[in-house]
């Protein structure tokens, strides 16, 4: 099974700030690789698909890069509603199989 | 409007069957592509992909729990079911059902609120 590791575990940032958080791969996922973020007693939410490319309606400030077994997510200014947590999910097809980070804790610094 | 929401017990007892009924509208599931997956997420931890089912009827299970879960799918009621067999308290989670879009983004894009269940005696 591939095992999705994120770094780091909490980040604390100043509003306003850029935040980078990573994710790495035990093996090689390509492109497949997606991040959500999650608020306090809500459900997750897709920001991020194809490593890079971001889902219907979510702000520019969200970037998303890498392949093969490492990846960033990047908030380029981060806002009061970014402060939450952050998951990777890698969907390879081969073995087939869908895994997520441990996630990365934003809050305020 | 695509809406997914997931109904079941609040409360089962150690050894049960635990079976998870995902409601979804907006959308088909015998559409090509479409999919639907169930994920769990116990208290203060991280989410834990469980099981899918694709609009073909192909289905893939978390290898961890694979001989304790079987999805199936309703299309004519839009609905995807979760049985999860000996159920322990350290099943404890908010179970979530999420809409995959393979060819697209391949990802869970839309999620049902969650249902909690606990596990106990």
């Known amino acids: 099974e591939i095992v999705m590791t994120q770094s780091p575990a909490t980040l604390s940032v100043s509003p306003g700030e850029r935040a980078t958080l990573s994710c790495r791969a035990s093996q090689s996922v390509s492109s497949n690789l997606a991040w959500y973020q999650q608020k306090p007693g809500q459900a997750p939410r897709l920001l991020i698909y194809g490593a890079s490319t971001r889902a219907t309606g979510i702000p520019a400030r969200f970037s998303g890069s890498g392949s093969g077994t490492e990846f960033t997510l990047t908030i380029s200014s981060l806002q009061s509603e970014d402060f939450a947590v952050y998951y990777c999910q890698q969907y390879n097809n081969w073995p087939p199989s869908l895994t997520f980070g441990g996630g990365t804790k934003v809050e305020i610094k | ?121």
Do not use: H
């Not at chain 2, 404890?92 to 596990?119: E, H, K, N, P, S």
């Open chain 2, 1 to 121: 409007q695509i809406t997914l929401k997931e109904s079941g017990p609040t409360l089962v007892k150690p050894t049960q069957t635990l079976t998870l009924t995902c409601t979804f509208s907006g959308f088909s599931l015998s559409t090509s592509g479409v999919g639907v997956g169930w994920i769990r997420q116990p208290p203060g931890k991280a989410l834990e992909w469980l099981a899918l089912i694709y609009w073909d009827d192909d289905k893939r299970y978390s290898p961890s729990l694979k001989s304790r879960l079987t999805i199936t799918k309703d299309t004519s009621k839009n609905q995807v079911v979760l049985t999860m067999t000996n159920m322990d308290p350290v099943d404890t989670a908010t179970y979530y059902c999420a809409r995959v879009l393979t060819g697209t983004t391949d990802a869970f894009d839309i999620w049902g609120q969650g249902t909690m269940v606990t596990v106990s005696s």
